[in-house]
């Protein structure tokens, strides 16, 4: 029933009514009835969620990202802007702050002009949830794109802000 509410929480639907319905009918109820009632209960934004987070862990597309950092920036961005909706939540910043070694005045990192980090932060109470969606993100980066660039995942406690920076590390690996 709980998970029920959260998922509905913005179709102003009747809980207890689909409740029962489930309760009393799922074995015997076709698959047609069982469509209808979860495209009752369950919001726009979280079928998209579901429907990404399939995406994410099944899709299989070679993308020839080029080698050059702002191709590299550019795939990458596109790829956090699609998947924001998983992100929902975990990350403190909409935007991810960005790192080059050509950055002058962000020397958070010391790069290599081959790197590029990607990073945001997280409360501690969204580590294990920040872990499973960067983990699907990034083996999906490794996965879609031509071989020459890898993109690895990090998590620094920043125990002083009682946060952790979630880091994606990508590198091109022609250029080593």
Excluded: P
């Excluded at 509410?5 to 009918?25: F, G, M």
């Excluded at 969606?133 to 996965?143: G, Q």
């Amino acid at each position: 029933m709980h998970k029920i509410k959260n998922i509905c929480k913005y179709n102003n639907i009747n809980y207890q009514y689909y409740a029962n319905i489930i309760n009393n009918n799922i074995i015997k109820m076709t698959y047609n009835e069982k469509k209808n009632i979860i495209n009752k209960i369950y919001n726009e934004h979280t079928m998209n969620k579901m429907l990404l987070k399939f995406e994410i862990k099944n899709i299989k597309k070679d993308i020839n990202v080029g080698s050059d950092i702002n191709d590299i920036i550019k795939y990458v961005n596109n790829n956090i802007r699609k998947y924001n909706i998983l992100f929902d939540d975990i990350f403190e910043q909409d935007i991810w702050n960005i790192y080059t070694n050509k950055n002058k005045l962000r020397k958070k990192y010391f790069l290599s002009e081959n790197e590029i980090i990607f990073d945001n932060s997280i409360l501690y109470n969204k580590y294990n949830n920040a872990k499973k969606i960067i983990t699907l993100f990034v083996n999906n980066l490794n996965k879609q794109n031509n071989k020459n660039i890898k993109f690895y995942y990090n998590f620094i406690d920043d125990h002083e802000n009682k946060i952790y920076w979630t880091i994606i590390y990508c590198v091109n690996v022609t250029l080593l």
